[in-house]
Each structure stands twice: as C-alpha cells, then as structure tokens.
C-alpha cells in the first residue's frame, strides 16, 4: 500500500496534544507497514540542538531527526514455525539468529520472485493466537496483528471493515502466495539425528555412486593376493566430507587425495579411499538393505541416493539410476515419507528416472525431510512465487489464548513461513524496544524532521557556527526502521562532513551499514566517531536478558565491518549486572572480544534502577535468578545506584581488563564510576536498548 495513501483522516486523528496546532506539520501519516505508529512530517526549523549547559554530556550540541521511535515490532508466528533458508532447507522460527540468510521476494517485472536476503532482527512475545488452514492442509499459527501476501494484496489475520480497527483482513477463501506446508514435521530428520539415519545416508550415496572392490590375484610367485578397496570420488565436497564424517563415526577412516585433474570439461574431483580388508567388511555390512526400514533410515537413504545420483533443474527434482532394487527403495522411502513421485520410462541405456511431483511445496517437502549435503542443489533463488497448492483459507480459528510468538526482520520486508509469504510486522509493542530514559513504553507517536537535512545545511553555514562536535543518537536512534523509509541521515551526514563538523553516532540499528562508504569518506575531512551497545558475550544470558535485540555475535560483527571502514568505534558496556555479568571472566572475554573486534575503547557501567523501572526488573530477576533477589536488594538498598563500593570495585575490575586487552576509555563518555546504566536498557520480554543516562542529564540512546 503506498505511503502516499496513508494520511490521517478525521476519523483517525494525530494522537499527539496540540501537534496539529503547529504551523511546520506538513501531514500525519498512518500505514500497515508501521500499524499503530503515526508519523508527523514535520518542516524543522532547525536541526541543531544545543545540549542544556547544566547537562553532565560532554558535548554541547545534538541532531535528532526523529522524536520517539519506530523500533518497535509485533512478535507474530508460532516458534516451530519453519522458515525457509536461502539454501533451500528449513528451520524453526525459534531457531533463527540475526544474520542468518533466508528465503524472501522480490518484484521483478511481472512477476514476484523468491531471492535470498538476511535475518536483520528477531523479537519474541507473547500474542493472542490464532490458526489459519489452508485447503491443501498447511497449518501457521499467527497473531491477529501479522499479515500474509495473498491474492488480493497483504491482508491481517483480524481486522474490521469499519471503525478503529478497520483493515484489510483475511477471510475464508482468500487464496495465500507461496508453496504451501502440509504437515510433515520437516526438521524431524536430518545429519544430526543419529545412527539411523547415518546408516541410509551411506546405503544411499555409497550404493549409487562409490566403488567397492574384492578381488583375489596371484602374484608372479603363484601366491594368492587378495584386493580390498572402497573408493569414492566427488566434485561436490560437501557430500564427500559428509560421506567421510559418517564413516569415521563407525570407525571407518579413510584418506582423501585428489582425483583426476580439472579440464575445460570436467571438474576437479577428489576420492577418499581405504583398502583395509575390515573397513571394507564393514562398509559393507553398513549398506545392507534393513528388513523394514523406518522413516529416518528413509530420510537419509534418500538424502545420500539424491547427493548421489539427484538433480533439480528448472524446478524439477529427479534421482537416476540403472538398478532395480535400488529405484524400488527410492520409491518405497518416498511414498513412506509422503513425497509424492512418478517413474519415468527408462532410457536405452536402461537409466530410469523418479521424478517428485508437486512443485515447489513437494520439493521443499523433500529437502527438509531428508536434508542432503549439496546445497547448490537445494536453491529456488530467482524462481516466480506461483503455486498449484490449494491455498484458500478453509478456517480461522481463535486459540483462546496467548502463546509464545517470534518475528524477525528481513531485508526483503518478507519471509517464507510454512510454505507462504509473510510480511514483518512493526507495530506497537506492550513493552517498547526502544525506551525512554524513563521507562516508560514506547510513543507511537513519531515526529520526522522531513528537512532536517536542508536545515541543517543553513545553519551550519553561519559564521557563527564554531565547528563544535556534534552527538547523534542522543535522545533517539537515528538508525531506527523509520529511517529505512525517510533516508535523513545520509544528507545530514554529507552536510557535517562538507562543512568541516566532527561528530559521532551512537545506534545499535543494523541500519548503519547502509551508510558505511559514506561514513568512510565523511571520516576523511572529519573527525568521526561510531559507538556500538555490547555488555556481555554469553550468548545464553544475552537471550534471556534481552532476547528482543541482536546476538553479541552480530554486534562484534558490525564493530568488525566499522573497524574495516576505518571508523574508530566505542563499546558501551552498559549496564553491568551484578552477580551475572561481573565476573572477572566475564569482563575479560568481553574486553578481549570487543578488541578482537577492532574496537577502540570501551566505557561499562553497573545497572541503574530507576522508580518503576526497579519493581520490573526485580520482578524479573525473581523469575530467572531468584538466589539473587536477597543480594540485590542489599546492594542497592532500595535505591538507584549500586553501592559506591561496588562501584569503585567494579571499576577497577573493568579497568584491569581493559588494560589487558588494550582498550582505552571512550573520551566522550561518561567515567564509569558515573552511575549511569539504566535497568529500562534491558526488556526480557520485549527488547532492549542501552541507555547511558548520567544523573541529571539527557539519556543517550543506542
């Protein structure tokens, strides 16, 4: 829907008091892509703001585009949703982590058309849950608020066709785009799954494509020589390292070795090997046919024979092969596993063919239950989204009840979930992702500077202006997602840069590598300076302390592509947490990352407990860490700050550690024994967001 479209009638009027009042509002803007937010284009007077001289930030003027945030988001599919990958197969929604690539789509000419783009963002929640069935079965379990691609355009799950609630919204026999998912539980099996399955994956690949060979010879001297040998040979290495790792858990070692040389027609091939007599004996014993074989053994002797002998072309999947006995247990494993197939008549040479029917719903039914090794074999990149699966909607069901949900953010603006097309959601959040130094919940209501950029210009133009170092990210993100639509900070950026002002930005928004050539250049004429939100490295404790952000991974990620930009780059390590992220060890592998990282400095802070923001943080904490409720309440003794002792202890902590690893304190941050970490930085259930907040002054965000 366009954005154009979107203005805000009488019907829905601006939620902020008195903004319709001012002369700058040029509109107020409502779309579905940001349900529950209304954005307030306004024309800036200016875009500079000079920081109050009481304030304790050490730095005297600010640029915020936007007031209040579009950081939020609904959490909307069930966890065991599956999502398809970029390499074919698919993965538990639970299961995904920020910079993984998946499956989204694109617009290209006349067609929509699926193509790779990678996992930006995850958040989970709890939402009231509704069931969608689809005619050919396929099941997704949703929130009112998420949205599917369906014949008709992007519809909700629950809207209204008049009033507050009014949207467009889905109804029985609304036809959904995608491939469809009819049940089978597709991670059921797989290289992980054990013996079993190990077992058919060999059967598979060593009976359709290795050389096992027994011999007796006589030597010159008429004594008998007898010959064992297993060979397989492969260009595609992924198959053959499986094939080897199978192998070696049975105990069977092999040597690799290169095979055959490359020529204009043929590709390198390289074969593992072993003449031992009791490996052969025991591959052999391996790749006997099972008396009734069960559907994981199905599942990896179809994933080897398909590794093997298999090809997918134009969208058709098909596995050859010249022995009865093993194109009647292709059949047998496919029809045991639900995957619907057709032999084809055989060739002169005898080959015959099983080819999957189905489409693309089939194909992926088949890649997630067996799940082979070659994955250039598993790619539907560039394929049109159209489908002969009967998607009409049959039912909407209302669970009667909330149930833990995921979202993620994609670069596409779409994923694959059980076979259909499902747009990110952003909207309001019960808990904000982006809080205020308050902590209070998100403001829906978000004003954007439309001008900030030209402003800007002007006033940097003035004689009067002396080139002060200017702070973004001081109040809110100016890397949020409202910035992907609105693009402010690219021209404010070359406006800094050309006029000769220093600045720095402090985001936690993936948004930023967009900007990175431009930050590189800017960083030529000017002083610039990056700070990126990274506590702890615990991958663990990060999940249950702020699942709704990036993994620590993907934040030591983008302060690795910041120091390959040549951006010196601060870590905020903010808030330290008492008794979980404290340790010596903790604080040592942190500072070791973030310089491994290629960051420059590094200032950390204990957590702040502000009024409201303590009750809900203790209320966590009782719920994950009960032992540490009794501590806590002393150390902090019903106050904000931690005990000055424990700040002085804990400064000289972060202090040895950053010595170790060479890692200075960032110059334009507050010292950490400034009580400043505020617990509103960290949402268990709904996001996080690093708050500096010295005492008395303005919070910074990132």
Known sequence: MRWDGQLVTAEAPAALPGLAKL????RSVQTPEFAGITFHEVLAKSALSRVPSQSAMPFAWTINPYRGCSHACTYCLHPDTLILMADGRQKALHKIMVGDQVMGTEVRGRYRRYTRTQVEAKWPTRKHAYRLTLGDGTQIVASGDHRFLSDRGWKFVQGAMWGAEQRPYLTPHNKLMGFGFRGLALEAYGPEQGETYRRGYLTGMIRGDAMLLRRTYTRASGTPNNVSMFRLARTDSEA?????????????????????????????????????????DAIRGLIEWPVEPCDAWNAGFL??????????????????????????????????LGITHVREPARANGVAQIRVVGGLQMRTRFFGATTPAISRKLKIEGLAVKSDADLRIVLIEDLGQEQEMFDITTGTGDFIANGVVSHNCFARNTHSYLGLDTGLDFDSQLVVKINAGEVLRRELAKPSWKHDHVAMGT??????????????????????????????????????????????????????????????????????????????????????????????CSVMAMPILPWLTDSEEALDDLCASVAAAGATSMTAGALHLRPGAREWYMQWLAKEYPQLVGSYRRLYDGGTYA??????????????????????????LRDVNTPQADASSIRPNGGTIAAVVPEGGQATLF
């Open 303 to 336: 994933a080897g024979v398909f590794d093997a002998e298999g090809s997918c072309s134009r969208g058709v999947l098909r596995i050859s092969n010249s022995n009865q006995e093993i194109l009647t247990h292709i059949e047998a494993a496919m029809s045991a």
């Open 240 to 280: 053959l390292e499986r094939t080897r790792g199978y192998l070696a858990k049975e105990g069977i070692s092999t040597v690799q070795r290169p095979f055959g040389t490359k020529t204009d027609t043929r590709k390198q091939m390289t074969a593992i090997h072993t003449s031992r007599a009791a490996h052969y």
């Open 643 to 668: 005990s000055k002792d424990y700040r002085r202890w804990l400064a000289a902590r972060v202090g040895a550690a950053k010595r170790r690893h060479g890692l200075q304190s960032a110059a334009r």
């Open 475 to 568: 109040n809110t993100d100016p890397y949020q997602r409202a910035e992907g639509r609105y693009k402010l900070m690219p021209e404010i950026i070359r406006a800094l840069a050309d006029s000769g002002t220093p600045f720095s930005i402090l985001t936690k928004g993936t948004l930023l590598a967009r900007d990175l050539p431009l930050l590189h250049e800017a960083a030529k004429d000017v002083d610039v300076g990056m700070g990126i939100s990274l506590a702890m490295t615990d991958a663990g404790l990060a999940h249950r302390v702020e699942p709704g952000t990036p993994t620590p991974r993907a934040r030591l990620d983008l302060i690795a592509k910041l120091s390959d930009a040549g951006l010196p």
């Open 23 to 26: 002369s700058n509002l040029v």
